[in-house]
C-alpha cells in the first residue's frame, strides 16, 4: 500500500512562496510521475503539475511562470514551490500519484491559506 | 485547455437505484478519462480509469463507458455509501483538468 502525506508550513502571507513537500511511503518511488492538484471552492479540482523521478517535469501553464518542482528518490521526497501567492491560492492541496491517465493513491491533503 | 463538462450538477436518488452521470469533453480524447469519488473531508478516490477500466478494490456497480468526448459512469444499484460527489477528469493532453463534480444525493 502506497501513503503519501502532505507537509508544510500552514499559513501563507500575499506575495509570499508556498512551499510544501510530499512524502511516500512506498518501496520506491522511481517510474512513476508524481503530480500536486489543488481543490477550492471557486476553482474546483486543478492539476498544478507533475515530475518524475528522472526530474522531468510538466506545469499547468497557467501556474507555470510561479511553480518550481523538484524531486528526491533517495528521500521518496518530492516538492512544490509556488511564488507570489494571492488569496486566489488558498486552497487544498494534494499530492497523488499518477497512474493509467489518473491518480490512483492520494495524500489527505494540506489545507493552505493565503492570508495577511 | 481541454474543457470537461459533467451533468447533471446534482442528481437525488435513493438505496437501489441505477444513476448514471454523464462528462463531455471539448474535443476527443480517446480513452483517456478517469472518475473519481469523493465524500466531505476526504480526498478523491479513483474508481475508472482508461475509461471503463475499474480500480482495484472498487466494488463492481460502478462502471464506466465511452471513448471520444462523450462518457458515463453507472452505478447499477446504490448503496449508503455511494452518496458523495463524483468528478470526471481527462488525462489526454497538458493540462489535465476535471469536471466541476456531480453531488448524489439522498432522496
Known amino acids: 500500500q502506497v501513503q503519501l502525506q502532505e507537509s508544510g508550513p500552514g499559513p501563507v502571507k500575499p506575495s509570499e512562496t508556498l512551499s510544501l513537500t510530499c512524502s511516500v511511503s512506498?518501496?520506491?518511488?522511481?517510474?512513476?510521475?508524481w503530480s500536486w492538484i489543488r481543490h477550492s471552492a471557486g476553482e474546483g479540482l486543478e492539476w498544478i503539475g507533475r515530475?518524475?523521478?528522472?526530474?522531468?517535469?510538466n506545469y499547468n501553464p497557467s501556474l507555470k511562470s510561479r511553480v518550481t518542482m523538484s524531486i528526491d528518490p533517495s528521500k521518496k521526497q518530492f516538492s512544490l514551490r509556488l511564488s507570489s501567492v494571492t488569496a486566489a491560492d488558498t486552497a487544498m492541496y494534494y499530492c497523488v500519484r499518477e497512474w493509467g491517465a489518473g491518480f490512483d493513491y492520494w495524500g489527505q491533503g494540506t489545507l493552505v491559506t493565503v492570508s495577511s | 485547455d481541454i474543457q470537461m463538462t459533467q451533468s447533471p450538477s446534482s442528481v437525488s436518488a435513493s438505496v437501489g437505484d441505477r444513476v448514471t452521470i454523464t462528462c463531455r469533453a471539448s474535443q476527443g480524447i480517446s480513452s483517456w478519462l478517469a472518475w473519481y469519488q469523493q465524500k466531505p473531508g476526504e480526498a478523491p478516490k479513483l474508481l475508472i480509469y482508461a475509461a471503463s477500466s475499474l480500480q482495484s478494490g472498487v466494488p463492481p456497480r460502478f462502471s464506466g463507458s465511452g471513448s471520444g468526448t462523450d462518457f458515463t459512469l453507472t452505478i447499477s444499484s446504490l448503496q449508503p455509501e455511494d452518496f458523495a460527489t463524483y468528478y470526471c477528469?481527462?488525462?489526454?493532453?497538458?493540462?489535465?483538468?476535471f469536471g466541476q463534480g456531480t453531488k448524489l444525493e439522498m432522496k
Open positions: 515530475i518524475h523521478t528522472s526530474g522531468r517535469t
Open positions: 477528469q481527462h488525462g489526454y493532453s497538458f493540462p489535465y483538468t
Open positions: 512506498s518501496d520506491s518511488i522511481s517510474s512513476y510521475y
